[in-house]
């Protein structure tokens, strides 16, 4: 099947040949008709499936063959909703480019920069208009921005809006638009409050899914290794050094742990930067300029920072860290292996973890392979200690404090731990090309 059988235009069809592109993404093929026709869409589709491509053909040529010549004076027309900042410039890049041939009008407005050359875009009239909903409501009250006339609407990862606690805004936003619009919802996962969301939203949409929730992409390999915690930066520098990885994305839990790590690996030799809620948004995108350039080797990113990062054939994820949110774990590794290119994920585990794990591996319906790696085997006489979960997706108590926890209760937890990673299919001596050799630097 090819774009030409989509039903696009010329000038669409011209951008995505520029591009590259040659055949579209299973999302792509289900979505473009569908939108095309005027439907409502519920999309179950995450970052590297080509899901915006997907949502913003159609979108251009919709808005062109609604086109009103006698509207000379631009009002939005299309409104993107996305969570961050960065998915939102990402996206404006992807209308610019796909757009490059039509006379569509974009800009994107997000937090974090100043508001008035945003709002001398805005006077200067758009069509298309991509926004994270705080800045958006901004601009609502300064009366900056008039959305009575959109057509179409797309909220991008609406699950990770309602995470980030967006949903009153993105209610305020609804409020302002008219009625009649054609709405296209897109969501990784699709909770109760995703449902409500849509039932509220949508009319009668057209479901297309992609790479459900639950099944990661087979060209991922996953693995996980077993590893003390005050231990896994010596392992991260060692398996980046020695195998001399170029491109590396580290996931950290916490702002605070994703600067540390990154200071650290520089002082290991090792580039590194750090990208997260707190680092002004010029420091983030310099940090993703660099990442994309070459410049820096590795770039250590929280959850919410990394989401929608769209950085091409991303070739190693490591989670340094565990995700609270099991959910939060596919989204990390399906920054690898995109777009058809294989990706290689694997995970720093320490001991107080193991409940984590096991969560991640319900989620996927599979157990991860654990491999020790020669000289970083894990201390058993380290016991687990609890995890603050923050956020969890866990029932209030599920898991007992360390404390509380019985002797059999934490002996069942040692065991599983041992016994997986001598159980999997590739044993230590196996384990990949990867393996470090104990050298008298790396013992502690
Ligand atoms: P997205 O899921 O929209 O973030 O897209 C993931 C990546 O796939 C981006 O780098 C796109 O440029 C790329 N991409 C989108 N559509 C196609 C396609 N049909 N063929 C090849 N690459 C694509």
């Known amino acids: 099947m090819s774009f030409e059988s989509l039903g696009l235009r010329a000038e669409l069809l011209r951008a995505v040949s520029e591009k590259g592109y040659t055949t579209p993404s299973p999302i792509q093929l289900q979505a473009i008709p569908h939108i095309l026709e005027g439907r409502d869409i519920m999309g179950g589709a995450q970052t590297g499936t080509g ?37 939102a410039a990402q996206v404006e890049e992807s209308v610019i480019l796909y ?39 901004d601009h609502v009250s300064q009366r900056t921005v008039d ?17 980030m606690g967006f949903i009153r805004d993105i209610r305020k936003v609804l409020a302002l638009l008219p009625k009649q619009k054609q709405t296209l919802l897109f969501s990784a996962t699709f909770s109760d409050e995703i449902k409500k969301l849509s039932h509220d939203l949508l009319n009668t949409p057209a479901l297309v899914e992609v790479a459900q929730r639950n099944t990661t992409a087979e060209r991922i390999t996953q693995v996980v290794h077993p590893i003390d915690k005050n231990r896994k930066r010596e392992l991260l520098s060692f398996l980046i050094g020695s195998n001399n990885w170029k491109q590396v994305l580290v996931f950290s839990r916490t702002k605070h742990g994703s600067n540390r790590l990154a200071e ?33 080797r ?8 990394a989401r929608g990062l769209d950085i091409n054939q991303l070739p190693h994820v490591v989670n340094y860290e565990l995700p609270n949110i099991a959910e939060d774990y596919v989204h990390r590794i399906g920054r ?6 294989e990706g290689e994920a694997m995970s720093l585990v320490c001991v107080d973890e193991l409940k984590l794990l096991k969560d991640i591996e319900r989620l996927l319906k599979r157990e991860i392979p654990k491999v020790v790696l020669e000289g970083y085997e894990p201390d058993p006489s380290i016991k687990a200690e609890p995890i603050n979960r923050g956020r969890g997706n866990q029932p ?25 990673a001598g159980n999997q299919g590739r044993s230590q001596n196996q384990s990949s090309q990867n393996r470090p050799r104990r050298t008298t630097q790396n013992a502690a």
């Open 336 to 341: 690898t292996g995109r777009a058809g290119n």
């Open 99 to 137: 757009g490059k041939h039509l006379p569509l009008k974009s800009t994107v407005i997000f937090g974090g920069v100043k508001i008035n050359p945003q709002i001398q875009k805005l006077r200067s009239g758009v069509d298309i208009l991509v926004a994270t909903p705080g800045r958006l409501l």
């Open 264 to 296: 650290q690996l520089n002082t290991d030799g090792i580039t590194a930067a750090a990208i997260h809620g707190n680092k002004s948004q010029g420091a983030r995108t310099k940090a993703l300029a660099d990442f994309k350039s070459g410049k820096v």
């Open 51 to 87: 899901k915006t491509a997907g949502f913003t053909l159609p979108l251009l040529q919709r808005l062109m063959e609604s086109a009103k010549p006698e509207n000379s004076r631009r009002a939005i027309r299309a409104l993107v909703l996305t969570p961050t900042r960065e998915l």
């Open 298 to 305: 590795v770039l250590v990113a929280t959850d919410i920072a």
């Open 147 to 163: 959305l009575s006339k959109v057509e179409i609407l797309v909220l991008d990862e609406a699950d990770r809006m309602l995470d």
């Open 396 to 420: 209030q108590g599920a898991r007992k404090p360390a404390g509380n926890r019985s002797a059999s209760d934490q002996n069942k937890q040692r065991s599983s731990y041992g016994a997986r």
